[in-house]
């Protein structure tokens, strides 16, 4: 059975979140290494990174993951989907450099 949008909004708000985390520890990380950690500490700063990033991060991709998932009302037959032409295994003629 399929999630329901509640479900698909709350996962896409966890994967979000998690992302914004490490982006908001790398950029908050670099930002302390290059000018300190000002008024409030090194750990306040970095807090201050992390959770903003997580909140906007999280926000946005828990609004695009429902957005994403909106339209999907019939099945998808994934097997004739995943039907590419097979241009590795194709002969290559051998040129020569006489």
């Not at 000018?35 to 695009?64: E, N, P």
Request: net charge positive; proline share 3%.
């Amino acid at each position: 059975m399929e999630p329901s949008t509640l479900d698909k909004m709350k996962m896409g708000a966890l994967m979000g979140g998690t992302v914004g985390l490490c982006v908001g520890f790398v950029f908050g990380g670099i930002t302390i290494l290059r000018f300190g950690g000002g008024r409030k500490g090194a750990l306040s700063t970095l807090s201050q990174y992390m959770l903003g990033s997580a909140a906007s991060f999280g926000f946005f991709m828990s609004i695009g993951s429902v957005i994403r998932s909106e339209g999907a009302k019939k099945a998808i037959n994934w097997q004739q989907s995943h039907r590419l032409p097979v241009i590795i295994n194709q002969p290559q003629e051998a040129k020569h450099l006489d």
